[in-house]
């Protein structure tokens, strides 16, 4: 199991970025996956996941209506649109995979790839 995060970088308050994660070594589509984040000197925490189809998908309160989660199983790829992006959003951003296949939400991940940092300044 392979999961490449990319897209990350340095952006100012109030912009836009949109990350990647490309997915290779499962079965793409029948797993649940997600984003996660770890702020500097912080633990980690969930910001998004979306279903096996992508007809289902949840957010952090401190994200909702500026981040949108969203997956091309053609492509084997899950990406995050961040928008109005806040300095507190500076973060390692990861995507994992649920621990269940078959479509399953369990709220906990087995694989969580290298992740892309993400930071927000002037």
């Known amino acids: 199991v392979q999961l490449q995060a990319s897209g990350g970088g340095l952006v100012q308050p109030g912009g836009s970025l949109r990350l990647s994660c490309a997915a290779s070594?499962?079965?793409?589509?029948?797993?649940?996956m997600y984003w996660l984040r770890q702020p500097p000197g912080k633990g980690l925490e969930r910001v998004s996941y979306?279903?096996?189809?992508?007809?289902?998908?949840d957010y952090a309160d401190s994200v909702k209506g500026r981040f949108a989660i969203s997956r091309d199983n053609t492509k084997d790829t899950l990406y995050l649109q961040m928008s109005s992006l806040r300095p507190e959003d500076t973060a390692v951003y990861y995507c994992?995979?649920?621990?269940?296949?078959?479509?399953?939400?369990?709220?906990?991940?087995?694989?969580r790839g290298q992740g892309t940092q993400v930071t927000v300044s002037s």
């Open positions: 979306i279903n096996d189809g992508g007809s289902r998908t």
């Open positions: 994992a995979r649920d621990r269940y296949g078959g479509g399953v939400f369990s709220g906990r991940y087995d694989y």
């Open positions: 070594g499962f079965t793409f589509s029948t797993y649940t």
